[in-house]
């Protein structure tokens, strides 16, 4: 999700570059020649946040928009903008609060969205946004504590902006470092920060995660490692885990020599909001090419196209086999029912018992 | 005969990727990249991308045209492009077959637009929603293809005349065959994530062929124009069943070459060429990276530069005897030269005795040596391909270039073009009184070539004194001229369309004398726009046609305002069509040549798809300027001051009623004590009490199934499962 253009911006004197640092050797395009944004403009709305975070999406909505994770995904959740006291700014006119963000990843844990959570939060007074976060799985940070705010870097004189924030100078110093094969672990990179540099100080929530961040590698969440394996022999097509393809798909990589790496850049992470990794795409292939509007019923009443269509119809039941996938969708309606209750049975209580105090005085 | 116009059922899939660079009037350089990829239906593809014919098995549409563009076509500095160019932001037009019933349109419109934006990371799901959508009931074209496809589509959606030739009665508008719906979206940006979906549908993405010329970013988003376009077209049969896809991905740039001293300064801080003259460019100055080879599974590859109009024909009377060809412009096939990397080269000499000289004669001398010494591109880097050790240092790159030895070819460069210019702009003021113009003027009323950007937009006044310079002859001779006007305009700006007036050349019209076809639908709030489509008919020798109309502003809801609520509001680009005048009043098409070393050859008969394209009859399609009209914003933190306001008000009223209702101190507990009417009092009241939380115990209950399920396990773990539901205190 990115509510600004600012590659692209007529005012960046440098087309297609976001750059970390003006000048020498840190002058590193941070945009990207293969980024992917999925949400921009006026997309990038608190209510589009939330439908990502809990895949509750129009059917029409193709598979590129939704993040199609499942009880063993690692999540990866980077949120940076103008924020405050457990709320964080969307477009400057919308507001996310911390109870939201709670609420979106409890109801993330119900559905089993995510196995490992990391939420990564850089506003001012960032460690406010998780508070209110109860379930289990979810690691947070945050670039400023509460009272604090958190700064920006290194001003380019022709861009007239600054370039980079402090919080993510130093994260970005550290994985400048790390490659794909890298054993560094998260507690390496926490304790990279320092007030010194970012004069703020760093937060983070460890409360609700088991494993011990000495443990954790930091490409549990950072890059997306996507390895190849050649089986021998057919491989059983009906059963439901991940034939080994490149998830990314997009059509037509086949012939792609010399393609970027291992690391599969529309999987990775994206800034504000969304992200994460993606699983093991048990599709044919064309997973980010979102050819998916399921709204169709595919009613041309065409004969030859009969193969195709029917796969077109049969995606989003596939997606369904998933059962936290399933668990999640009944589940939600049921909260919605409850919340509604309870509200309607809290206005009763407070009418008839104040109705009922008043007549007794 | 649908199948027959597109081509017929194709045995095999195919991948043919173009490229043609040809230098502007403005001393610009325009780089146009052709993928087309078509495949007959089957179950695998091996080149045309799974996504692309799901989408086509998918929605039935027949043609399909997205475009992505930034910045503008300036007409009066750049001629005319070689594919019509886009208005700025993004633009999807769909055409579906007459026999799909009206109602289904907007289902299927809705899952285009939703597939499409989340296969190239566009937000073309704003399209989707009706009041941004419009129908097109009027196209352009020749009256005798009404039994055929509308499209002869080599390139796409757009090229919507048929390749026949140019007999077959004059091109003008009729009602549209199709069901053609459009809609824009002036705002959208264009950047990187654009075009990655759109390389990852390329066999080679940008690894190899002529898309590697992208591999740089910054140079193709540092472009003057850009202008990426995705075709679609599903030949389908009678009864809708695909039979083939066609994807045609083109990719349009217009690039200010570099100066010899800083060759590899980005596009943006180069300095804007000198007009009237042709530049010097290399490739790899140029966009920044060179061409890697031809992509091995294409079965074509091309790589075209064009040559000024007399040098190619002088060259080719010189070589080949072959003059037939060669009407302005010509295309010359294979490169003007092709440099191995690392090598120098004899245009490098050029270039730096660029001081010397006689203009045309060392051009043509320089050029004739660069052709003599050039073999087709394609067969070179057909050559390079295959060789087994390319696969360790990876393939040659070639750098082509053109090299003159002096800026400015004076007075060759012939800009073709249009005939009209097209500007539009608002005037009025205030919320009331807004009025919108549309204003054509022919192309010599805009000024030489060399004129500054703006002419259109400058003369501003309606008066028509700006246009007054032209060739009156010309134009009288041509007859009368039929223009199509295609309007959308946003709910919000309340068109008084009573107040519409045409005006030509300074006197007003009788715009229904004038009008030859129409199509207006009124706009409704929030569910559908005005859609104006007008046909006018312009006497002969007319140097000027203003369109104005006034129009108000709507009020919004204060959660329609989008959160930049003070930029206002984006009007898209009227589309101007046409045909432009030949001698004979027909459609005139521009003959193209090729020529490949010795191989000499038209257009029509070119094996590119491109250059097929080119060279088909097409009307003249211009785009207006976006408009943006602002609206008055209000106070948006007026909600919160009324919502905390009227909260306060509430309370304090509820509060007080409560009170005076309720509220018997003492005297109703006297009473009772009394007994008689003050008790049954006091019991009434009590009665209210209790039906009060009965009522709403109930229907909490019976909304929430949870509290049912507690309230019965309590029940049940009292005893008292028979025990009307009361709620618990």
């Known amino acids: 999700m990115l509510a600004d253009d600012v590659a692209c911006n007529p005012r960046n004197p440098y087309p297609a570059q976001a750059r970390r640092a003006p000048t020498g050797g840190h002058r590193l395009d941070v945009y990207g020649q ?32 939704r993040m199609l ?98 919080f993510t100078y130093s994260t970005l110093d550290f994985f400048e470092r790390v490659d794909i094969h890298s054993q560094a672990t998260l507690q390496q990179l926490f304790d990279t920060y320092s007030f010194a540099h970012m004069e703020s100080h760093f937060g983070q929530s460890t409360e609700n995660f088991e494993r011990p961040l000495d443990q954790v590698r930091v490409t549990d969440f950072f890059g997306h490692v996507t390895e190849v394996r050649q089986l021998r022999g057919s491989y059983p097509l009906d059963g439901m885990p991940s034939s080994p393809e490149r998830g990314d798909g997009g059509g037509g990589a086949t012939a792609g020599r010399g393609d970027e790496g291992q690391v599969d850049r529309s999987c990775g992470w994206q800034e504000a909001g969304g992200g994460g990794q993606c699983r093991w795409s048990d599709d044919d292939g064309d997973s980010s090419g979102g050819g998916g509007g399921s709204r169709s019923s595919g009613s041309g009443g065409s004969s030859g196209g009969e193969a195709a269509k029917g796969r077109w119809k049969a995606r989003p039941a596939k997606r369904l086999d998933h059962t936290g996938t399933l668990a999640g969708a009944v589940a939600a309606p049921a909260l919605d029912g409850l919340t509604a209750g309870g509200l309607v049975a809290l206005a009763a209580l407070v009418a008839g018992s104040s109705w009922a105090w008043g007549a007794r005085l | 005969m649908a199948l027959a116009a597109s081509g017929g059922v194709q045995a095999q899939e195919e991948f043919a990727e173009e490229v043609v660079i040809s230098p502007l009037p403005s001393g610009h350089i325009q780089v146009q990249l052709q993928f087309t990829l078509s495949s007959p239906s089957r179950r695998h593809y091996s080149v045309l991308p799974k996504a692309i014919a799901q989408l086509a098995a998918g929605v039935p549409f027949e043609e399909v045209e997205l475009s992505l563009t930034q910045g503008r076509w300036h007409h009066h500095a750049w001629g005319s492009p070689l594919l019509p160019s886009k208005p700025s932001g993004a633009e999807l037009r769909a055409a579906f077959s007459p026999s799909i019933p009206e109602g289904q349109l907007p289902l299927l419109w809705g899952n285009l637009s939703h597939s499409l934006s989340g296969m190239f990371c566009a937000s073309l799901n704003f399209l989707a929603r ?102 679609i077209l599903a030949a389908r049969d009678a009864d809708g069943a695909l039979l083939s896809t066609r994807l045609s991905l083109g990719i349009t740039l217009v690039l200010r070459p570099p100066q010899v001293q800083t060759p590899g300064a980005p596009p943006a801080r180069r300095a804007a060429p000198r007009p009237c003259s042709y530049s010097s460019w290399r490739l790899g100055h140029l966009l920044g990276s060179k061409l890697r080879g031809a992509c091995p599974i294409a079965t074509q590859s091309w790589l075209f530069v064009q040559l000024p109009p007399q040098l190619a024909a002088q060259a080719a009377v010189g070589e080949d005897g072959a003059g037939q060809l060669l009407h302005p412009p010509a295309w010359q096939a294979g490169g003007a030269e092709v440099h191995r990397t690392g090598s120098g080269s004899s245009s490098d000499k050029s270039s730096d005795s660029s001081s010397s000289g006689e203009q045309a004669e060392d051009n043509i001398q320089q050029q004739q040596q660069a052709i003599a010494g050039a073999e087709a591109l394609v067969e070179e880097a057909r050559r390079q391909q295959p060789r087994p050790e390319g696969q360790g240092d990876g393939p040659a790159a070639l750098d082509v270039g053109q090299a003159w030895r002096r800026f400015g070819a004076k007075g060759a460069v012939v800009a073709a073009r249009p005939e009209l210019a097209v500007s539009r702009y608002t005037t009025g003021a205030g919320f009331m009184h807004g009025g919108m113009v549309l204003r054509l003027a022919t192309a010599a009323g805009a000024g030489p070539a060399a004129a500054p950007s703006g002419a259109g937009t400058g003369s501003s006044q309606a008066g028509g004194g700006g246009a007054a310079d032209l060739s009156t002859a010309a134009a009288a001779a041509a007859g009368n001229r039929t223009v199509c006007v295609f309007q959308i305009v946003p709910w919000y700006v309340r068109v008084w369309l009573h107040t519409l007036t045409l005006t030509v050349d300074g006197a007003p019209a009788d715009l229904d004398a004038a009008l030859r076809l129409r199509h207006v639908s009124p706009a409704a709030d929030r569910a559908r726009p005005l859609v104006l489509d007008l046909c006018i ?104 001051n009324v919502v905390c306001l009227t909260s306060t008000v509430l309370a304090v009223y509820v509060g007080a009623v409560l009170n005076a209702l309720l509220k018997r101190p003492g005297a109703e507990l006297r009473e009772a004590a009394k007994g008689g009417a003050g008790r049954r009092a006091a019991r009434l009241k009590a009665a209210k009490v209790v039906v009060v939380v009965v009522v709403f115990g109930g229907l909490a209950l019976y909304v929430d199934e949870e509290l049912q399920a507690q309230v019965m396990q309590a029940l049940a773990a009292a005893g008292l499962v028979e025990a009307p539901p009361a709620p618990q205190h």
């Open chain 2, 130 to 231: 009706p009041e941004t959508t419009a129908q097109q009931a009027i196209e352009f074209g020749k009256p005798s293809e009404t039994g055929g496809r509308a499209s002869n589509s080599e390139v796409g959606a757009d090229a919507r005349a048929c390749a026949a030739g140019p007999a077959a009665g004059a091109m003008g508008p009729r009602p549209a065959r199709l069901r053609r719906l459009y809609a824009a979206l002036p705002k959208e940006v264009v950047c990187t994530e654009n075009l990655t979906p759109a390389l990852k549908l390329l066999p080679c993405r940008d690894q190899a062929g002529v898309a590697s010329l992208l591999l740089h970013r910054p140079s193709v988003y540092g472009a003057d124009y850009h202008s990426m376009r995705v075709g």
């Open chain 2, 537 to 640: 008919e312009l006497p002969a020798g007319a140097r000027e046609a203003v369109l104005a109309v006034q129009f108000s502003k709507a009020f919004l809801h204060v959660f329609e305002w989008p959160p930049d609520a003070h930029r206002g509001f984006d009007v898209p680009a009227a589309l101007v069509t046409y045909a432009p005048l030949g001698a004979d009043g027909a459609a005139a098409a521009l003959e193209w040549g090729w020529r490949r070393g010795g191989d000499v050859g038209g257009a029509r008969g070119a094996p590119s798809p491109l250059l097929r394209a080119l060279s088909a009859a097409r009307p003249e399609a211009l785009y207006s300027e976006g408009l943006l009209v602002p609206l008055a914003p209000p106070d948006f933190s007026m909600p919160y």
């Open chain 1, 34 to 65: 293969n980024v992917e944004v999925d949400y921009r403009g006026y997309e990038v709305t608190v209510e589009n946040f939330m439908r990502v975070l809990t895949g509750r999406h129009d059917p029409a909505v193709p598979r590129a928009k």
């Open chain 1, 69 to 166: 994770s499942d009880a063993g995904s690692n999540v990866l959740v980077f949120i940076t903008g103008h924020g405050g006291n457990e709320f964080m700014k969307f477009q400057d006119q919308q507001e996310l609060m911390a109870a939201d963000v709670a609420d979106a990843l409890a109801q993330m844990h119900q559905k089993g969205r995510y196995k490992e959570l990391l939420l990564v939060v850089e506003t001012c007074q960032a460690a406010t946004l998780y508070g209110r976060i109860k379930s289990p799985g979810v690691l947070a940070m945050a670039s400023s504590l509460k009272g604090e705010s958190s700064y920006s870097y290194l001003t380019d004189q022709d861009v007239g902006l600054s370039l980079v924030d402090r």
